[in-house]
T-cell receptor
Framework: AQSVAQPEDQVNVAEGNPLTVKCTYS??????LFWYVQYPNRGLQFLLK??????LVKGSYGFEAEFNKSQTSFHLKKPSALVSDSALYFC??????????FGTGTRLKVLA | DVKVTQSSRYLVKRTGEKVFLECVQD?????MFWYRQDPGLGLRLIYF???????EKGDIPEGYSVSREKKERFSLILESASTNQTSMYLC???????????FGSGTQLSVL
């Protein structure tokens, strides 16, 4: 079965430090990988995507993600975290027809 | 910008009531989706529609139905609400290039 896993329910990081939010996938064929962010009382917003091409993908708000085929991972990163980055982050695969598979989400807390 | 509007931000209903959740989009997109979001479970697809009057079951359709009489409007119906349907409900549309999803702000439904 196809799946997307986010192994950490919560990640805490100090403001100014680099952050990583982990995601691994298991899909047949080529993955279409996405990161979405959800701020309190809001819907999900698109951050970045990997379809093909460079393994390092840059997205909104200074975030980037690295696609690693051998490790089937697509970790979200940012060099210097901001308190305003605190939110719920979802990794997803969109390679199925009409069907996105979402991870369970990781809550990021950036501490001042 | 794509706009996806969910009619209610918060909704409180009683067990057994019939509940309508409305979603309206302003961009003439074909594909619309209803998800529910629960802590620790991520987003789960309830139903989706790829055109007017066309619908497909998602992963958890039991207890729900949908209606799409006009292209811009996709309604989720709880025929007889139950307490286990207390959740955040998110509507989404698929972008023109079939890649990213655009989400509404969500409806937090409480069934008492």
């Amino acid at each position: 079965a196809q799946s997307v896993a986010q192994p950490e329910d919560q990640v805490n990081v100090a403001e100014g430090n680099p952050l990583t939010v982990k995601c691994t996938y298991s899909v047949s064929g080529n993955p279409y990988l996405f990161w979405y962010v959800q701020y309190p009382n809001r819907g999900l917003q698109f951050l970045l995507k990997y379809i093909t091409g460079d393994n390092l993908v840059k997205g909104s708000y200074g975030f980037e993600a690295e696609f690693n085929k051998s490790q089937t991972s697509f970790h979200l990163k940012k060099p210097s975290a901001l308190v305003s980055d605190s939110a719920l982050y979802f990794c997803a695969d969109g390679s199925g027809t009409y069907k996105y598979i979402f991870g369970t989400g990781t809550r990021l807390k950036v501490l001042a | 910008d794509v706009k996806v509007t969910q009619s209610s931000r918060y909704l409180v209903k009683r067990t057994g009531e019939k509940v309508f959740l409305e979603c309206v989009q302003d961009m003439d997109h074909e594909n619309m989706f209803w998800y529910r979001q629960d802590p620790g479970l991520g987003l789960r697809l309830i139903y989706f529609s790829y055109d007017v009057k066309m619908k497909e079951k998602g992963d958890i359709p039991e207890g729900y139905s949908v209606s799409r009489e006009k292209k811009e409007r996709f309604s989720l119906i709880l025929e007889s609400a139950s307490t286990n349907q207390t959740s955040m409900y998110l509507c989404a549309i698929l972008g023109r290039r079939g890649e990213k999803l655009f989400f509404g702000s969500g409806t937090q439904l409480s069934v008492l």
